[in-house]
């Protein structure tokens, strides 16, 4: 009798600790679950995270490829347009020049008219009002076109400011947007390492 009791307690005692044994490995596989849960949620966020950043970066290259664009064009258009002016300047330069011409011819038959004895008194006064008047025209005609060339020249320095304010401005958004590329290719890459370092992640 004695010893089937000692018998039957060592079997109760042998089961509590399989039991207890059972329960401990169980709590222990809870808690790696859960680790790997929450490993996995964290590996989530940042893989959402650098996403996010991809498309905001590829976003703001996309813009900044735009903008560089839009300048470009500008600054063609601000170099024609410069370029046209020139060519007015020159055309108008030759324009003074003839001005002058005539204006020197004007005032060396006048001279000349002076100089000479006419019998005709009112045909030498008509020719000198009608010289006089070439003359007045002539000057006139200067005037107009030196103050057409000084615009021009003003206007044609605005425009080579503008276009080197553009070209500086080009300059710059050209350099970011190299920046921004190199910190995309950068993020790319990180994702790529990442993904290969962890690769189960969600198993």
Known sequence: MKCRVDKSGL??????????????????????????????????????????????????????E??????????????????????????????????????????????????????DIHDKVMLQKECQKKMEAAKLKVQVFLREARELEQKVAQMKHQQSQIQKRLCEESEKKKQLEAELQQDQQQMKVGFFLFPCDKD
């Open 66 to 119: 735009e903008l560089i664009r839009e300048l470009v064009r500008t600054g063609k258009d601000a170099q024609s347009l410069s370029r046209q002016y020139s060519l007015k300047i020159s055309k108008l330069e030759q324009e003074i020049d003839q001005a002058k011409r005539e204006l020197a011819e004007t005032q060396k038959q006048l001279q000349e008219l002076d100089s000479k004895e006419l019998r």
């Open 11 to 64: 079997s109760n005692k042998s089961a509590l600790q399989t039991d207890t044994t059972t329960g401990e490995e169980m709590d222990s596989l809870q808690k790696i679950h859960v680790f790997n849960m929450q490993k996995l949620k964290n590996s989530e966020l940042r893989l959402a995270k650098a996403e996010q950043k991809i498309r905001e970066l590829a976003l703001n290259i996309k813009r900044k």
